[in-house]
């Protein structure tokens, strides 16, 4: 059982930048493939950011303006957002799996989340 933490979510000005970190709790979550998804009311969950054994997928939303990155020493991975938008608007969750998940863009790809952690761009 992997157990995930996010933090760094807030409310920022269109423009500006956020860094999210998911902290996982087990020495293997350095050998698991995470992702980053969002939510907003209403709707399913969105696909942002995924590493997969050291391969990266950004959503086309995503692309350009987010990178995703991972510290295995101490067991988190990162999503640093910047050129931030209004429509990034939504609860951002951190995502892994121990399964060999190619590329992991599909929620049902992973098995563990976070609580999700609310982010907010004025405009």
Do not use: H
């Not at 956020?18 to 998804?37: D, H, I, N, P, Q």
């Amino acid at each position: 059982q992997v157990r995930l933490v996010e933090s760094g979510g807030g409310l920022v000005q269109a423009g500006e930048s956020l860094r999210l970190s998911c902290a996982g709790s087990e020495r293997t979550f350095s050998s698991a493939r995470v992702g980053w998804f969002r939510q907003t009311p209403g709707l399913d969950r969105e696909f942002v950011a995924a590493e997969n054994d050291g391969r990266i997928y950004y959503s086309n939303s995503a692309k350009g303006r987010f990178t995703i990155s991972r510290d295995n020493a101490k067991n988190m991975v990162n999503l640093q957002m910047n050129s931030l938008k209004p429509d990034d608007t939504a609860v951002y969750y951190c995502a892994a799996s121990m399964r060999a998940v190619i590329p992991g863009i599909r929620a049902e790809d992973y098995d563990y989340w976070g609580q999700g952690t609310q982010v907010t761009v004025s405009s």
